[in-house]
């Protein structure tokens, strides 16, 4: 079955190959925005609790919202807001909190129970910050977390997609240094543990790094979604920090290295495989990691930190295979590799594959090119 797939994909991409230039206009991108996201939303009514990969869902929302400004997605985002109290993990006893993984209330300082912290203040910024209850778990979880001594709480690449912009976010709410300060402190401890100075790429934790971890051909594995939360992560947190930052441009320099890095790898047909640099460890198309991707190289051409010249060909085949092949008629996006840590050699991922994450990841991207393109 997964041969055929691999076939399957291998015939339409040659289709895919003949027209890779973007064409569309803005009118045109928020119809594709529409579609992807009214699906979701029209075939997601019961909203969901507040752990990672719905809140990443929700990021993409907002991105969505912020382009389109469609009343829809932001009532949906609020009332899934609402829904969870404003709050991630709901322990009330901070004698308890944990940041270990974990999915219970206990787990507060856990990454995956904080990114919904990002919506909540997006949320507080558009309905005119007269609302303070939105922001304030998001702030007491934070503000104790940085009055610890503990530095350790990124320990696996995800988290820093979940946590490192709610950071930002509140420095620019409140003006706390400490925001700033203490995202460097764990970004420092994550890029120890992950990082891959050679590659520029990150490992997606400590059980993956090499040799002690190899791919099927004896390479180094780098997982494709958790390389695309950290590079959009990196995106988030460049633009929300000042000018005059103090680690703004070694994160810019980290971002470029992992873009030149990333572009390299890059497949004919527009995707990255689920092991970046062995294709064959688990062959096929894959769409979440092309879509954060996607998001990265167009911000980053957005804002004059990625040249034009060099990545809007990347872009190019990227955004192809996503609108052209990963996305279905009736608005599903496909070929998202389930919730998970790893590629996994003869992991079925085909057309009906989808999640919550994938199509945040998409919205975002989808978002960039409209401002790309208008």
């Given at each position: 079955m997964f041969a055929v797939a691999v076939v399957t994909v291998s015939c339409k991409s040659t289709a895919l190959k003949q027209e890779t230039a973007i064409k569309e206009s803005k009118e045109e991108v928020i119809a594709i925005i529409d579609k992807v996201n009214s699906h979701w939303q029209d075939t997601h009514p019961e909203l969901g609790n507040a752990f990672w990969n719905i809140a990443a869902y929700h990021t993409g929302n907002m991105g969505a919202y912020k382009v389109t400004k469609n009343k829809k997605y932001l009532d949906y985002s609020?009332?899934?807001?609402?829904?969870?109290?404003?709050?991630?993990?709901?322990?009330?006893?901070?004698?308890?909190?944990?940041?270990?993984?974990?999915?219970?209330?206990?787990?507060?300082?856990?990454?995956?129970?904080?990114?919904?912290?990002?919506?909540?203040?997006?949320?507080?910024?558009?309905?005119?910050?007269?609302?303070?209850?939105?922001?304030?778990?998001?702030?007491?979880?934070m503000e104790y977390e940085m009055s610890t001594v503990a530095n350790d709480y990124w320990w696996w690449v995800d988290g820093l997609y979940m946590v490192m912009?709610?950071?930002?976010?509140?420095?620019?709410?409140?003006?706390?240094?400490?925001?700033?300060?203490?995202?460097?402190?764990?970004?420092?401890?994550?890029?120890?543990?992950?990082?891959?100075?050679?590659?520029?790429?990150?490992?997606?934790?400590?059980?993956?790094?090499?040799?002690?971890?190899?791919?099927?051909?004896?390479?180094?594995?780098f997982w494709a979604r958790g390389d695309g939360w950290i590079f959009a992560g990196y995106a988030k947190i460049i633009q929300d920090l000042p000018k005059k930052a103090k680690h703004r441009q070694e994160?810019?320099?980290?971002?470029?290295?992992?873009?030149?890095?990333?572009?390299?790898?890059?497949?004919?047909?527009?995707?990255?495989?689920?092991?970046?640099?062995?294709?064959?460890?688990?062959?096929?198309?894959?769409?979440?990691?092309?879509?954060?991707?996607?998001?990265?190289?167009?911000?980053?051409?957005?804002?004059?930190?990625?040249?034009?010249?060099?990545?809007?060909?990347?872009?190019?085949?990227?955004?192809?295979?996503?609108?052209?092949?990963?996305?279905?008629?009736?608005?599903?996006?496909?070929?998202?590799?389930?919730?998970?840590?790893k590629a996994i050699p003869g992991q079925v991922v085909d057309k009906n594959s989808t999640a919550d994450f994938g199509v945040g990841a998409f919205l975002l991207a989808a978002s960039e090119m409209y401002r790309f393109v208008k």
């Open positions: 609020m009332a899934w807001a609402e829904k969870n109290q404003w709050m991630g993990a709901k322990s009330q006893d901070k004698s308890e909190w944990k940041y270990n993984y974990g999915e219970t209330d206990k787990h507060v300082l856990f990454g995956d129970w904080q990114i919904c912290f990002q919506t909540y203040i997006d949320l507080y910024n558009f309905t005119g910050k007269n609302d303070p209850k939105k922001i304030a778990r998001a702030r007491e979880v912009p709610v950071m930002t976010k509140l420095y620019k709410l409140t003006g706390n240094e400490l925001y700033l300060e203490k995202l460097d402190s764990y970004l420092t401890h994550a890029n120890g543990i992950m990082y891959d100075d050679e590659a520029k790429l990150y490992f997606r934790d400590a059980k993956y790094v090499y040799p002690k971890h190899k791919s099927t051909n004896g390479k180094k594995d994160y810019i320099n980290r971002f470029k290295d992992m873009a030149k890095a990333l572009a390299a790898a890059q497949q004919k047909e527009g995707y990255w495989t689920r092991s970046i640099l062995d294709p064959e460890h688990a062959p096929g198309p894959e769409t979440s990691g092309t879509a954060f991707f996607t998001y990265g190289y167009l911000w980053g051409i957005n804002n004059g930190i990625l040249d034009k010249k060099t990545y809007l060909p990347v872009v190019e085949k990227s955004w192809n295979y996503l609108t052209q092949f990963a996305l279905q008629a009736d608005g599903t996006l496909g070929y998202v590799q389930p919730i998970g840590e």
